[in-house]
């Protein structure tokens, strides 16, 4: 008998391996493992995402002809790989089969046990590519790749030039939102998970985030990520592009599509997406700058981060560029601190298991980085946060673009900023404990103090860099009374960081 496994991020119903049913000679497994709900504090709602999705898939490979072993949660198997020996031992199986894993904590541990490994069919890349489009560079520029897959997929593109004539619309796409305006409502499913949800408290699984059990809002099937992916094209995509970096109070979602949990969960397949977008744009349904914005994301960066993670692995990994020391607060798993921007963004994460990427990058992973978090720590709480975070896209994102770990392996300058950014593209200071055009004192912003203590501090490092020297201009610029001051304010935060 051929094994065939399929992990949990592999739910592709176009991949070829299904084409043909083979029930007699091939078994497909799926196998829930202790570890792999474990090896991160994961929020309790990615969790239910993923295995309600996994039971979901199993269940139509059935109905198709195909042969199917699941191993729920009460086999009480620890960890995939081992499982497979077992398998092999005990001669049920006699070759096993595997997509490649594209975490590579899995992939190390099962291309061992594989006797023939296959491509998931998913991306547009190979592993492999990012590197060899910057072999012999330093760092990675997005852009320069983003242009070649342009190029050569020919997505936005006529007669060989981008569409526009320009190859991005970043400029047209950092508008703040209107006050008093309202993005649609977004179609959410309510799938009742309550028994998942149960079987994961008796196996003891620690509960983290609200698990929305009895309404659970993700999409669990390709059919239903069609149904998102078909709403955001038809409702959303058109104001994408303008708003897509507003932080609004009390609306989660915008006009973001709500796709990459699907996506990374591989029920959507990257160029379909992004063919829906170019067609809707083609069409005169949706506006070139929220199009190209959109389909940047797909097409430029998240083919970006995978090839870097593939060519960094794994030392990636442990690569710390300031000695960040700093553990997490505690209110960075509860929400609970007075300061606006973050708690709307770990509530939102909290209640949802998503917020969307200006949250991410310029509200916890602004504050990770200027209160000198640990990159270990930050990985391991936006790994278990969000449902859509799998290792290969959220680690570069995280370790990379948002800490800035790596130096400057994938950003090229620390991506931190003081209240007046958070100020401009949100409306939440209105609403905070703390005054955003307050630079010292005990009701200031921290991120002002904090934005020049960061700077300070790392002076010998980031000096050089020549996307930063105007801030060491304005600094040295300040009168001594003032730095000391803004020092003062920085030195009681990073004491008192639990009451912020």
């Known amino acids: 008998m051929i094994g065939r496994l399929i992990l949990g991020d592999q739910l592709n119903p176009k991949h070829s391996w299904l084409a043909k049913v083979e029930a007699s000679t091939v078994c497909y497994y799926l196998i829930e493992a202790a570890e792999e709900l474990l090896y991160a504090p994961h929020h309790r709602q990615k969790m239910l995402g993923f295995l309600a999705s996994m039971r979901r898939f ?67 890349t190979e592993r492999h590519s990012v590197a060899e ?87 669990l099937c390709r059919e239903e990520a069609l149904d998102v992916l078909r709403a955001f094209i038809q409702e959303r995509l058109v104001h994408f592009g303008p708003y897509q970096d507003a932080l609004v109070d009390h609306q989660p979602i915008l006009y973001h599509s709500m796709l990459s949990f699907a996506l990374n969960a591989k029920m959507l ?112 709480w936006y790994l278990g946060i969000y449902i859509d975070a799998i290792e290969w896209v959220q680690k570069p994102n995280t370790r990379g673009m948002s800490q800035y770990a790596d130096g400057g392996k994938l950003g090229s300058k620390p991506y931190v900023s003081s209240g007046a950014y958070i100020h401009k593209m949100s409306n939440h200071c209105g609403s905070c404990a703390y005054s955003v055009k307050e630079k010292t004192g005990p009701n200031a912003c921290p991120l002002n103090a904090l934005y020049w203590d960061f700077h300070d501090r790392h002076r010998a490092l980031l000096e050089k860099n020549p996307r930063i020297g105007m801030v060491y201009r304005t600094w040295d610029r300040m009168d001594n009374e003032h730095k000391a001051a803004l020092l003062d304010r920085a030195r009681w935060i990073h004491e008192h960081i639990e009451e912020l």
């Open 269 to 380: 397949q990257p160029l379909e997406v992004i063919e829906a977008a170019e067609e809707a744009y083609r069409q005169g349904l949706a506006p070139l700058n929220s199009t190209e914005g959109f389909i940047r994301q797909i097409l430029g960066w998240r083919e970006f981060v995978r090839g870097i993670y593939w060519a960094e692995m794994p030392d990636y990994a442990s690569l710390n560029f300031f000695d960040h020391q700093r553990t997490m607060p505690s209110w960075f798993y509860t929400g609970k601190t007075t300061m606006r921007c973050a708690s709307q963004a770990i509530q939102q994460s909290l209640s949802n298991a998503h917020a969307h990427h200006i949250q991410r990058l310029m509200v916890t992973g602004n504050l990770a980085l200027l209160l000198g978090m640990h990159p270990d720590a930050v990985d391991q």
């Open 133 to 219: 489009h910057f072999k012999g560079k330093k760092t990675y520029l997005m852009e320069s790749f983003y242009r070649q897959m342009r190029k050569t997929t020919g997505i936005l593109m006529d007669a060989g030039q981008p569409c526009g004539g320009q190859w991005n619309y970043d400029k047209e796409n950092r508008q703040a939102w209107p006050k008093g305006h309202q993005a649609p409502t977004m179609t959410f499913f309510a799938h009742n998970l309550t028994d998942l949800d149960k079987e994961l408290d008796d196996v003891g699984i620690p509960r983290w985030g609200e698990s929305r059990a009895q309404q659970f809002p993700w999409p």
């Open 58 to 124: 199993a269940g139509e490979l059935r109905l198709a002809g195909h042969q199917v072993r699941y191993i729920d949660l009460s086999h009480g198997v620890g960890d995939i790989p081992s499982f497979l020996s077992d398998e092999k031992a005990s001669g049920r199986i006699q070759f096993w089969e595997i997509q490649e894993p594209d975490e590579h904590r899995l992939d190390q541990a099962l291309r061992p046990l594989a006797d023939r490994i296959v491509s998931t069919e998913h991306f547009l």
